[in-house]
């Protein structure tokens, strides 16, 4: 799901391309996409756009007349600037927005259909879709300190509850954490003063830096290439590469549709982290330590040679996909 470094992106460039421009036409191609009645989505058509901002990780664009177009991307959704006209075509095409100088695609390349368009009237009801989390780049430490305490959770689920912290996700919590070399299972309860200092510094300085990286691939254009796994990143989507800081193997927990990515001499003190479900299934014979991971692989392979190197992993899920199902066998 695109977080808040590429969301900040997407304003920046939906500001420079629409504002000052009036809607020509919307064309909306799946019946799933809308999630609003009134008003009409043909309401906002011959309208001018005079703001493009986010809440939370949703797109708003702003028209004349209080009128306002919420787009949710969630996982798989994107907006690309075509020429102007271009056909919302094949099944991931979902709507499109014509200006007179080009036209906003947005798709979605899942068959769940999760993203949404929501046409909104007033300041007030646009107010009441903010979930209240923390903008990290902008709150106080004291601030950010208030809310993580405020319920005693893991700091990944914290990073990641759009009540507590805004805009952030599954990718950049982890990078997050990476930075600050801290276990994505500490409690938040658990934390000292100088250790939300850090971890706050650290986000707002990972979130800055990657919202630079990200300005100056995109440049004058359009966001194109918006994905939550890039060959840059130090712990997400890197399961069993070295970690950048220390060379071990990137570890990772699966849990629902998505995952924790780790390095443990870094984070948790070089010990293994496992799910919930798995832990009480293997118990005593899970893993602690890298040492032990090692040793299970390497007693495997003397016990089997012919087997292919997945199939001596330790027991976490290695062979799962990211979505947490099985693949299919061949």
């Known amino acids: 799901m695109p977080?808040?470094?590429?969301?900040?992106?997407?304003?920046?460039?939906?500001a420079a391309y629409c504002v000052g421009r009036p809607l020509r036409g919307l064309?909306?191609?799946?019946?799933?996409?809308?999630r609003s009645v009134e008003p009409p989505p043909a309401a906002?058509?011959?309208?001018g756009v005079i703001g493009a901002?986010?809440?939370?990780?949703?797109?708003?664009?702003?028209?004349?007349?209080?009128?306002h177009?919420?787009?949710?991307?969630?996982?798989?959704?994107?907006?690309?600037?075509?020429?102007?006209?271009?056909?919302v075509a094949g099944k991931w095409g979902l709507a499109g927005f014509d200006f007179d100088h080009g036209t906003l695609m947005f798709t979605e390349a899942s068959p769940k259909k999760r993203a949404s368009l929501t046409v909104i009237s007033g300041a007030a009801a646009l107010a009441e879709i903010d979930r209240g989390g923390l903008d990290l780049l902008v709150a106080s430490t004291a601030a950010v300190a208030a809310a993580l305490r405020a319920e005693n959770h893991t700091i990944k689920r914290a990073l990641t509850d759009p009540t507590v912290i805004d805009g952030v996700g599954n990718g950049y919590s982890d990078e997050i954490l990476h930075a600050a070399q801290m276990s994505p299972f500490r409690q938040t309860k658990d934390l000292a003063d100088a250790e939300i200092a850090v971890l706050h510094e650290t986000a707002r300085a990972c979130l800055a830096s990657w919202i630079a990286r990200l300005r100056a691939e995109v440049g004058l254009g359009f966001p194109d290439q918006v994905t939550a796994f890039r060959p840059e990143m130090a712990v997400h989507g890197k399961y069993g590469q070295p970690c950048p800081r220390c060379g071990a193997p990137v570890q990772r927990i699966v849990y629902a549709d998505n995952e924790a990515n780790y390095c443990a001499p870094c984070q948790t003190g070089g010990k293994l982290l496992a799910d919930r479900g798995l832990s009480r299934l293997l118990k005593a014979d899970w893993p602690r330590t890298l040492a032990e991971l090692e040793d299970?692989?390497?007693?495997?392979?003397?016990?089997?040679?012919?087997?292919?190197?997945?199939?001596?992993?330790?027991?976490?899920?290695?062979?799962?996909?990211?979505?947490?199902?099985?693949?299919?066998?061949?």
């Open 44 to 47: 906002l058509v011959g309208r």
């Open 3 to 14: 977080e808040l470094p590429d969301i900040t992106v997407y304003v920046e460039r939906l």
């Open 296 to 330: 299970r692989k390497c007693r495997a392979r003397q016990d089997n040679p012919a087997a292919a190197p997945a199939t001596a992993a330790a027991p976490d899920t290695a062979r799962r996909s990211r979505s947490g199902k099985k693949p299919r066998r061949r």
């Open 53 to 67: 901002s986010r809440i939370g990780k949703r797109l708003v664009l702003s028209f004349d007349g209080d009128l």
């Open 27 to 34: 064309r909306i191609a799946s019946p799933f996409l809308l």
């Open 69 to 87: 177009a919420v787009i949710h991307l969630m996982i798989a959704g994107r907006l690309r600037w075509k020429p102007t006209g271009a056909a």
